[in-house]
């Protein structure tokens, strides 16, 4: 990875960092309560919006870019209008601060994960200010969630990931072992990549629960480290708590690089995101966003990907819009 | 007209046909070229014809002067004033389109043209800047020269020949041409040895014997010099900003030309006897001692500049308040009545004209020094250095031998001294093994403490049964311990008032915060088992602890999958597969919201405020008020949403009537009767207007058919409304229909007579309350023939309508979606 732009972002400390569905554009949050949108290509600072009360933890921005969604230490969700800024729902009802907020693919619903245990499902089409659904099945609090096609997964303090498949209407708890900070779906929906307070990412099959690779050498021990898949589900990026992003193969689980952000400065590297086509990420230590390039391309073994792929097919019974056969 | 640009062109002609003219400034050089090759002579000329044009334009003969108090040359519109046209106002223009523009005028859009004319108050002519200097001298010289050797010089080479970047300030420039040259000092001329007698003082360390200006012989100077000479020998230690090295200052006494040789001393002397130098070029600094113990660079009151003025004792002048009018002097203000000719109305009378103290005038410059000197109390010589302050470390004190901490009284000393303070630490710990009693000691509450010190101001009345050690009894450790155990008993016998009102308070406080507590663990409440089923609690938590370690195990052998994994079913908000574009794989009745019953959350803002209300503490009512919506049993019925709005309908009827008006004696009083009754109006009152003005109005007039068939269905429907009402009227209890709201049972011939009561309370009530079109007169009658003689029956009727109506129309929407599901299907 190549350093290709560093900005400061001027919102305190960056929570989050999240590029929108294109990759033209990022939002990021800070401790002073503040969202920002940017063009991170021209490090241009589009529009500022505030609303929270305390520090925003976590955004996400709908498909057509049209809406936010943010919840941060002040226990809202707050659903935000991008052009004009204005705040178009306010949602309160967690008990604790929001560490997770995520739009379903058609921005009808919001996803809020809080350290209060639960995830709550917020409908915004209607005028309802309650959540349509709490799943309160953790036991401790939720850190964050990830959302498939047709499933919602969270990984939770209790040392457990839920996968709610809304399809079957099962719930599948998956007992780790770890603590659990962060949790990511791979783009072939196929397994789930999973950040813990033990210095190791793991990955598991999302279809039985089955570990499929350990990427060690990093730290985190203390804080919410995010973690990353590329594009084509080729390399697994994290942040470090001492201040650096680490690549590693998702086949070989071998560290690829691991660059320093500041030589002098070893703050942690929470936050992270890749680009949705290219071979892009941006990362944020402290209050400036980086920029990241992939160089040039490192050695590929293609079949064996390919083969890893196949394997992972499994036969589900078919559904035809309407109903099933 | 043309001797007004001087310097500029058309100049030559003039000086050459007539040489007794007068002339003013300085002429161009005659070899220079006057045709339009020299840009200055064309823009000069151009400036010139401008100015004659406004002139000539503006005035009808030329110039004109007028405006004399002013000292104007023109006024008014287009310098009007006095011509044929007047005085022409100028023209209204209408701001109201450019209100929010920016309107912000210069004291250029006041004045006339004319004023910027090169008489006006404000000449625009083109000049050349200050940063640029028309250096003639060198112009001319150069053109001199060049004219003769080559024609083809180029405008440009004038332009910049002419005007160059100014290099030296005016200053400097004026005191050049009077013979000053860089390097010297300003000032009045001194004689060489005054010279270096300064420069001696201000350059080395001065002889402590001999004071700068004292008046001394040459000899005793020369052998000063020379002690200073060897003074100045790398061994001797300089203090303050060292000097240069003597071989450099050798060099720089030797470069500079006005400087003396010290080794011809005597020759020079002689040579340069009458001779006047100029004064040294030192920049003097005055290093003033420090006395006072401000910081830095503080300077008192003077600096801070508090009223606007530097200096308190100048009178604020108008020029200061005003600054554009420059009015000043005594002039301003003094009438015309006032005789006063011999006064000069325009000086100004200054504070600062007068002299503060009696001082002789300074004739020399070194008596600047002297001033300077005496004004700050200083003598410009080096000081060796002295610590003036150095900071004084005392010795600890000497602890004695037999010195034991902590104090011990003569038996007859009465109050105990308040504890020591704590010992040094290195002594703490011997202390704490050796007197364990006294640290118990300290325990004192307020009264004993007061008692003891004999301070009885803050009780309102002293405690009877406070047991303290009367004054004469010693206090050994011991007894002091026995103070502290009798304190509860004191406060258990509720003998001072606020002991009583504390007491109080610990009781009544609770409550409100009971209640938001019951809300948090109801909240909570799913976190958590009862331990009411201790024993299959104990088998649950055992078998989960065995459930995880089996599941450490596995991880711990790196066996994720099935062993890890436990699935559960989980049902989906219908509304959320819905959102997502996912069949719910469960029926959409399955899905059981009393988890997320939307009323939890306003009832618990209800309940949150209801403490206002309640004055005792009422458990049992609020833990079933609560507990309903989770009590209603899960709707069996095949229309689960439809079933839900029945409940909270029906329940809310169940509570409305407000009972305890009715038989106060049968019904414990609730409190909750102002937000039951306020949440009922909020509900019942909508279908009143909706329904009597629907109904009553149009069925009645319109549609008899229609009429007949309603009324049909309502005596079916009549039974239904009535009876909860009636069944909790029977009910003295309120708790019990409440929490078996679902099961209450169709009692139709409960017609009270009490019922009439509340009717009329709820009718005078009714009336002030009701929105949109009034209730039609018709409407007594119509109920009278329905046999039943009640609003508030009626009410619940056309309540009861409504229901049935939107049953129907949501079974109809059913089937119509049943029947494109099928269709979709299909």
Redesign the interface.
Known sequence: MQLERKFPAAQGAIRCVRYNIDGNYCLTSGSDRTIKLWKPDSSLAIKTYTGHSQEVLDVHSSYDNSRLCSGGGDKRVLYIDVMSGKIMKKYQ?H?GRVQAVRF???A??IFSASID?TVK?W?I??R?Y?????L??A?DSVTSLSLGN?ELLTSSLDQRVRI??????????????HNLTYINISHDQQCFLVGTLSSQIML??KI????LQTFVDYTNNTYMIENALSNDDQYIYSGSENGRLICWNLLTAKQICSIEHESDNRKSVNTLTHHPKEDKLLTAQEGNIYLWKKQDKIEEKEEIKKTFINDKQINTSKFVS???E | MSSRYAGFGSRNDDNESNENFVTIGTHFDPAEPTNSTSILATLGRKASKLVDLSSSNYGYDGKRFHGAFTGGFNAGFYNTVGSIEGWRPSEFKSSRTERAGKRSYEPEDFMDKGDFSEHGINPKQIKIRNIFDQNESVTRSVIKQQSGTSNQRTNEDILRDMIRVKTLSIGKKILMSMGWKPGEGVGVKMSRKHRQKLKWSLTQETPKDRPPSSPKSEEEQQQQQQQQEEEQTPGVKVYGVAMPPPSFQQTIKKTSRLDDDDDDDDYDDRLYANINLPPLDYEVHFQLQKREHHGLGYKGLESLNLFGHNNLFVQPSIEKQISNVKIRGQAFGVGIEEDEDDKDLFAEDDLKQYDYELTTANDNTTDIMRQKTQENNFVLKFARYESISMSVVYPPPIIPIDFRIGHRFPKSAMPPPPPPPPPPASLSNETSVNEPPKQISIKHDANTRGLLLGDLSFLSRPPPNMSVPPPNVSVSPSSKVEVTPVKPATISTPSLEWDVEKERSSHTTPTPTNTARTQFLDAIKNRFTSSSDRIEMTERQSLEVALESDLKKAVSLNLYGDLTRSTSDWKPNPLLCKRMNIPNPYSDDAYDDSKESKKSRRQLCSNLFEHLFTQSSTDSLTSSEQSSPITIPPPSSSSSLISNTNETIIRSSTITPVIPQVQPSSVPKSEFAPIESFEQENQERPPLDFFSAIFDNQHSDDENADEQEVEEKKTDDILKPINPQSSIVSNPSITKPLASSSSITYQSDHSDSSDSSIEEIEVSDRSSFVYGPAIPSNLPSRSKTDHDNSIWTKLANTNAQYEELKNKKKHKKKKNHHKKSKKHHH
């Open positions: 009802a008990a379903n693919e058609e009808s619903i245990g499902i409908d089409k209607s309802e309650d959540p349509i659904q709490v309160d099945d036991k047709n709610y498949d809304i399809r079957y209407g099962k719930l599948y708890e998956d007992y780790i072992g598991f099959d039985n629960g089955k570990l309407g109903g099933f």
